[in-house]
């Protein structure tokens, strides 16, 4: 009797821990189960990633950084940590399920091309000058030429005659663009564009010195054969700096004697897309003259513009300039510099932009129609309607570039028009 009471209990308690080992498993599965579930409400921080906000008026994204050789300059828009890129980067930019933007490594080096000329030729280092063949772009050959004289373009297109417009490949080679590289938040280089400049010189570049005031030289890089910002199929030279001179009375507030001369770590070689602009000596009528301005700054966004515009001014007198700006902002204290040179857009309009700063005014030879002297480099504005922008006067200047060549053993006469250079030696002999 015994007996049977014990096994009894024992199968009692067998079946009761066998009950409570299948309710122990049915619920850790749910809660395996539960924990395996996704969410219906959206992750507002993936979304955020996955859909950017735009800016720069719908033409931009806000993402971690551009993969492509420019950037678009911070927007405020985009925060403190993002930054504002074009729309067309976003094609060469990988991005994950979770949206983050990884710049692209190139796999291979683009060959490299460098050339040398025989005349002012001196000791230098030596830089690679990055080439790419385009299928979307005509193309231009690049064979290294001596250009026929300074202030020429090499395009049969003409931009002139609209109020503005884009640029031809060729048409304004002495145009380049002034970058910063500095490295990436994933170790890449990235190349912020900052400003424009002229080529005076295969070793001597053009700007304002408000430009490359306080900038890390080293950092510092200048690109000409650019017409397109965002191309990677322009044939392009690239160009360190050896030194930076900026005019020692230059006024960083005032913006008086916003000139500064840059000498390159090797000079570029002129090709179709490359050659110096003609400088004017001081006296020198522009009356007749048509004049242009050419940069990458754009007017309405305050950001970089993808193809270099071309915009039709006109010179003004100082006196009405000086009675313009005065009635904008600086009352009847206000006295124009010596040292600027304004010049208003016809269609009253405002297409100039902070990123032209350092670009070219340029206006006709006297009595030829498609040599260009350079006037003027694009120093600051009141972005109003109406009001003529300020210029640097490069014709005040003249004397001082001069100097400056001497210095560094370059000659002045490289960017005078070859009618003046025979004129010279005509007076020489006498």
Request: with cysteine; net charge negative; glycine share 6%.
């Amino acid at each position: 009797m015994y007996g049977k009471v014990v096994a009894a209990l024992f199968c009692f308690l067998c079946a009761t821990v066998f009950f409570w080992c299948v309710v122990a498993q049915n619920d850790a599965d749910e809660v395996f189960n539960f924990s395996r579930r996704r969410s219906t409400t959206p992750d507002p921080i993936l979304n955020f990633f996955a859909n950017p906000p735009t800016c720069d008026n719908g033409r931009g994204v806000c993402i971690k950084e551009c993969a492509d050789i420019a950037l678009m300059r911070p927007d405020v828009s985009c925060g403190s940590i993002l930054v504002c890129c074009s729309r067309e980067s976003d094609n060469s930019v990988n991005q994950p399920d979770n949206g983050f933007a990884f710049p692209t490594r190139p796999t291979t080096r683009p060959p490299t091309i460098t050339t040398k000329r025989i005349k002012q030729t001196r000791p230098t280092t030596t830089t690679t000058t990055t080439t790419t063949t385009t299928t979307e772009e005509p193309e231009l050959p690049e064979e290294p030429f001596d250009p026929e004289d300074c202030g020429y373009g090499s395009s049969e297109e003409d931009s002139r005659g609209q109020a503005m417009g884009d640029s031809h490949r060729g048409e304004f080679p002495w145009n380049v663009g002034i970058f910063s590289r500095e490295k990436s938040f994933y170790g890449t280089n990235q190349d912020i564009f900052h400003c424009g400049g002229t080529i005076i010189d295969d070793f001597v570049v053009l700007t304002a010195a408000t430009c490359v005031h306080n900038k890390n030289r080293s950092s510092l890089i200048v690109i000409g054969g650019m017409l397109d910002v965002f191309s990677k199929r322009e044939k392009r030279q690239e160009r360190s700096l050896e030194q930076v001179i900026i005019h020692p009375k230059f006024g960083h507030t005032s913006r008086i004697y916003d000139i500064a001369f840059l000498v390159l770590s090797d000079k570029f070689d002129y090709s179709r897309t490359i050659n110096r602009i003609c400088l004017p000596r001081l006296g020198t009528s522009f009356k007749g003259s048509n004049c242009l301005f050419t940069g990458w700054g754009d007017g309405i966004s305050d950001g970089v513009r993808s193809v270099m515009k071309t915009v039709e001014l006109q010179l003004t007198e100082s006196r009405p300039c000086e009675d313009s700006l005065r009635r904008m902002i600086y009352k009847n204290v206000f006295k124009l510099s010596e040292s600027f040179q304004c010049a208003e857009e016809e269609a009253n309009t405002v297409n100039i932009g902070r990123l032209d700063v350092g670009s070219p005014l340029v206006c006709t030879v006297p009595g030829k129609d498609r040599q260009f002297y350079q006037v003027g480099l694009y120093s600051w504005s009141t972005v109003e309607p109406n009001v003529p922008s300020v210029f640097t006067n490069v014709t005040f200047f003249r004397e001082w570039i001069d100097g400056q060549m001497k210095l560094i053993d370059r000659l002045p006469y490289i960017y005078e028009p070859e009618v003046e250079n025979e004129e010279n030696e005509g007076n020489e002999e006498n």
